[in-house]
């Protein structure tokens, strides 16, 4: 699919709905338009448990205001019921479903579970051989034999090289570094994986997962080298995708703006991501993101 050429890098969150971005009842019809007139992508993660309608497939092509990329996650029955194996009629039926975003469609991304480990690796070879060309791919693993720095982990990294895909790097050391108990803090530490982060970019689209615990700032010092990171790889002509998260998410938002800030500082071709006002929350005839 084509990139957007004026679009520098993406930059998005987990959700492109969430009730306390949203002023009214009506947000969740209005709630992609609104996101994307802040955001150039999204985590698509709903369509790893199914695949999205036909319908709502083309309704979110229009809903989208451009430049924008969805980058939605392989289904689970392809990624951990088959683990890549003997699943060509699910991948067709996926990308089929996926294709009519036309150049709405990001890095479509696999997410691997722990079982998947470097003894995968010549099926996860012969499965990005036979992948369509019109796409870009990328994929996260969650063995620890894919971080050894040593032979699995660089023949990994040569496969994924030789195919043009991106490695997902999901950073949780944040996350893991801050534990708290409240209930919200207690299931992201359950949910989330605590892997090492190895830096590379294998293809075109570096993809970047970065969750901080609830109170943001305490993420700003993990984040730091990331955006160094992504303002080389501007510089290289690579087009970065950055998704951020919380634990529930509610101030991902200002946690992608303060990345932007920074970033614009070292790349002032970025664009300035611009949050609607707090002041719409008072305003019950408007319906407005945040």
């Known amino acids: 699919m084509t990139i957007n050429q004026h679009t520098p890098y993406y930059l998005g969150l987990a959700q492109w709905h969430h009730p306390a971005w949203y002023t009214t009842a009506d947000s969740s019809s209005l709630a992609l338009a609104l996101y994307s007139k802040a955001f150039t992508s999204v985590e698509g993660n709903s ?32 990624t951990h019921h088959s683990a890549l194996y003997q699943c060509d009629r699910q991948v067709t039926e996926f ?13 479509l991304w696999l997410q691997m579970n722990n079982q998947f480990s470097p003894e995968h690796l010549e099926r996860l070879s012969r499965f990005l051989s036979n992948l369509a ?3 870009e791919y990328g ?36 996350l893991f570094a801050h534990p708290k108990n409240d209930p919200v ?3 992201a530490f359950r949910a989330k994986p605590r892997m090492p982060v190895h830096v590379i ?19 700003y010092d993990y984040l730091a080298p990331w955006i160094k990171k992504v303002a080389g790889w ?56 945040f």
């Not at 970019?201 to 993420?219: K, Q, V």
């Not at 995708?241 to 970033?263: G, K, V």
């Open 139 to 174: 994929i996260e693993v969650r063995n620890l034999g894919f971080f050894d720095k040593a032979d699995n982990e660089k023949r990994f990294n040569q496969i994924l090289m030789q195919h043009g895909v991106n490695r997902v790097s999901f950073d949780t050391r944040a």
């Open 95 to 107: 990308l089929n479903r996926i294709a009519p975003l036309g150049d709405k469609t990001g890095v």
């Open 201 to 219: 970019a294998t293809g075109n689209s570096p993809f970047i997962r970065f969750i901080t615990p609830l109170d943001i700032e305490l993420g």
């Open 133 to 135: 060309p019109d796409f």
């Open 47 to 78: 369509s790893f448990y199914g695949l999205p309608s036909t319908k709502s497939i083309d309704d979110w092509a229009k809903r989208a205001h451009s430049p924008f990329a969805f980058c939605f996650k392989f289904p689970q029955s392809i």
């Open 234 to 289: 501007i510089h290289e002509g690579k087009k970065p995708y950055l998704f951020f998260h919380t634990p529930d998410n509610q101030a991902a938002p200002q946690l992608a703006q303060y990345f932007n800030e920074q970033l614009k500082a070292l790349c002032p071709q970025v664009p300035s991501l611009q949050l609607p006002s707090h002041t719409w929350l008072n305003n019950t005839s408007q319906t407005e993101l």
């Open 185 to 187: 803090t207690q299931e």
